[in-house]
Nanobody, 114 residues
Framework: QVQLVESGGGLVQPGGSLRLSCAAS????????VAWHRQAPGKQRESVAF???????NYAESVKGRFTISRDNAKNTVDLQMNSLKPEDTAVYYC????????WGQGTQVTVSS
């Protein structure tokens, strides 16, 4: 069994920054893809960013240039640096790893408000 725990969420003013971290533990084999998703109130869950097993990185158009996803294979961690945050970034953020199936954390709340 694989467990994922996200941290780093909270309340931040528009224009501010947050760094989300995700730690994976348990019966982890080799990790292929990693990803961050988010779900805002009343909206469908959406992909924010992911890194494929080959190292290709993809971002949602709405976060390009503001968010940066990174992974540390040795530590089994996945981070999401979020800069220039906007109120529309408010959501619960979930990290996921593919090993070989996709596993997801419980989520961490990010609220962008003045």
């Amino acid at each position: 069994q694989v467990q994922l725990v996200e941290s780093g969420g909270g309340l931040v003013q528009p224009g501010g920054s947050l760094r989300l971290s995700c730690a994976a533990s348990g019966n982890i084999g080799s990790i292929n893809g990693v990803a961050w998703h988010r779900q805002a109130p009343g909206k469908q869950r959406e992909s924010v960013a992911f890194i494929t097993s080959g190292g290709r990185i993809n971002y949602a158009e709405s976060v390009k240039g503001r968010f940066t996803i990174s992974r540390d294979n040795a530590k089994n961690t996945v981070d999401l640096q979020m800069n220039s945050l906007k109120p529309e970034d408010t959501a619960v953020y979930y990290c996921g790893i593919q090993s070989p199936y996709w596993y997801w954390g419980q989520g961490t709340q990010v609220t962008v408000s003045s």
